[in-house]
Nanobody, 124 residues
Framework: VQLQASGGGLVQAGGSLRLSCEAS????????LGWFRQAPGKGRDFVSA????????YYADSVKGRFTISRDNDKNTVHLQMNSLKPEDTAVYYC??????????????????WGQGTLVTVSS
């Protein structure tokens, strides 16, 4: 499985961006999907996750109410709509796929495939 993230860029505080991640293969609907981010000089943190059909979504407290995750299984794509962006949202954002979901959606070690990352920079 290959994941290709896109949509990052430079935006002013308060602005919006929509990240996308497209996956190869024909088993996309069988994966739990997540977004993680790594700020400069920091570790990689959980941002959001979504269940196989999109019925369950999860968010880090820091983005709850501002970010929305969604998926389109027909297009093998997962999106992260980011609104009301803050300078502290600046990071490289990674999408990831969990093949054998075990309930730990926020643990990056459980994810099997990762995209290359897309940089989001929020200026103040």
């Amino acid at each position: 499985v290959q994941l290709q993230a896109s949509g990052g860029g430079l935006v002013q505080a308060g602005g919006s961006l929509r990240l996308s991640c497209e996956a190869s293969g024909n088993t996309f609907s069988m994966y739990y999907l997540g977004w993680f981010r790594q700020a400069p000089g920091k570790g990689r943190d959980f941002v959001s996750a979504i269940s196989w059909s999109g019925g369950y979504t999860y968010y880090a407290d820091s983005v709850k109410g501002r970010f929305t995750i969604s998926r389109d299984n027909d297009k093998n794509t997962v999106h992260l709509q980011m609104n009301s962006l803050k300078p502290e949202d600046t990071a490289v954002y990674y999408c990831a796929a969990d093949v054998n979901y075990s309930g730990a959606y926020s643990y990056q070690i459980d994810y099997d495939y990762w995209g290359q990352g897309t940089l989001v920079t929020v200026s103040s």
